[in-house]
């Protein structure tokens, strides 16, 4: 990847894109140009699903135009029907893809320490209604899978994994795109591993192979035929080659984030009133997210969010509101129901992490949370 450090100027927002060499993703185009292929499922679309196969450790996986359209489209590729157990606090993408679908969110509280949905309150948010779990792991904080998984099994439930924040984690050697009846990974320019925009589904049942490559082609079957109401959900040469490129370098990115993650553990841990993820020993992350929640601490929240501001470093408020409290879903669901959920969110705040951030910069941040 290309070197800036400390050659970066201007702001600091709190992610920024990873990039491959300028020369190394021109020659990729080189073949767009001369074959004029540029979408409908190419030969770099083939061979970036299948260096992802290998790389998340799956043995299906769909790419898609992003990881929205993924996840919207592997709902309907499972024919559901009911309600849908999630959490409140993600990315509203998780929401909406459930109500998109025709089907009905059903908030179940998070766990104080992870943030991921409560697997021991899981099974109060359980009807005659329900049909499917969607959890999300949250900032590469795995859900509690086992558990989650032995109430899906004796209920019935399919267990749909919200991923976008994992890709390329592993859970004891296995790799994350294995868990659940099938898992969603975002390729936006802002996650750890991108393709611009873009998506995958990874999934456990082979058979849903030719609907969910169907339904993100118009629900076409053949030339003459088409049997669903599918979408454009097909991901081009051009994002394709992006994440080839990126590909390349993901283990020397990972790499990096972890060496600034660990640097801000090491300025901020042990801060009374200021609260940071323990790290799982089960778990291979890929430092995706530095969430920090300031709980008692003497600034709030919005207090460091301000003076952050002030010295142009834009931190986030990740995930703020919950989304039980949208102005789109109002009346509809109270957030005194997540309680947990809706703390967090008004406590925590997420730090500028990305590969290419420069240590000097996570110090100063440190120096302004911490003065």
Not at 5 to 30: C, D, F, H, Q, W
Not at 167 to 183: H, M, N, P, T, Y
Not at 198 to 203: C, F, H, K
Not at 236 to 258: P, S, T, V, Y
Request: aromatic share 10%.
């Amino acid at each position: 990847m290309r070197e800036k450090g400390k050659n970066i100027k201007g702001p600091i927002a709190v992610t920024r894109s990873s990039l491959p060499p300028l020369e190394e993703y021109v020659e990729m185009l080189k073949p767009l140009w001369e074959s004029a292929w540029l979408t409908n499922m190419g030969d770099y679309h083939e061979e970036l699903k299948r260096q992802l196969k290998i790389y998340l450790k799956t043995q299906n996986l769909e790419l898609f135009v992003n990881g929205h359209m993924a996840l919207e489209l592997a709902l309907q590729a499972l024919g559901l029907k009911g309600e849908v157990i999630t959490t409140p606090f993600s990315f509203a993408s998780t929401t909406h893809a459930i109500v998109r679908n025709g089907l009905t969110p059903v908030f179940g509280d998070i766990d104080p320490e992870n943030y991921t949905l409560d697997a021991e309150r899981l099974e109060d948010r359980i009807t005659e209604n329900t049909c499917a779990i969607l959890p999300v792991h949250v900032y590469g904080n795995l859900c509690d899978v086992d558990r989650i998984q032995e109430i899906a099994d004796r209920h019935g439930l399919k267990v749909i994994y919200d991923a976008a924040h994992t890709f390329g984690e592993e859970l004891d050697g296995r790799g994350v795109a294995e868990l659940g009846d099938l898992s969603m990974f975002s390729f936006h320019a802002t996650k750890v591993f991108h393709s611009i925009e873009g998506g995958a589904v990874s999934y456990r049942d082979p058979g849903l192979a030719d609907r969910l490559y169907q339904l993100k082609n118009f629900g076409i079957m053949n030339s003459e035929s088409v049997e669903y109401v599918g979408a454009n959900g097909k991901m081009n040469e051009f994002q394709a080659a992006m994440g080839l490129c990126n590909l390349r370098h993901i283990d020397q990115e990972i790499a990096k984030r972890k060496r600034l993650a660990d640097h801000y553990r090491k300025r901020l841990s042990n801060t009374e009133g200021i609260c940071l993820c323990s790290e799982n020993p089960r778990v291979r992350s890929n430092y995706a997210y530095m969430p920090v929640v300031f709980d008692g601490y003497k600034k709030n929240r919005d207090q460091v969010f301000e003076e952050l501001a002030r010295a142009d470093i834009h931190a986030r408020k990740y995930f703020y509101p919950c989304i039980n409290s949208y102005a789109c879903y109002r009346g509809l669901f109270d957030e005194k129901e997540t309680p947990v959920a809706a703390r967090i969110s008004r406590q925590v705040l997420t730090l500028p992490l990305y590969a290419e951030l420069d240590p000097e910069i996570v110090d100063r941040i440190c120096d302004l949370i911490l003065v």
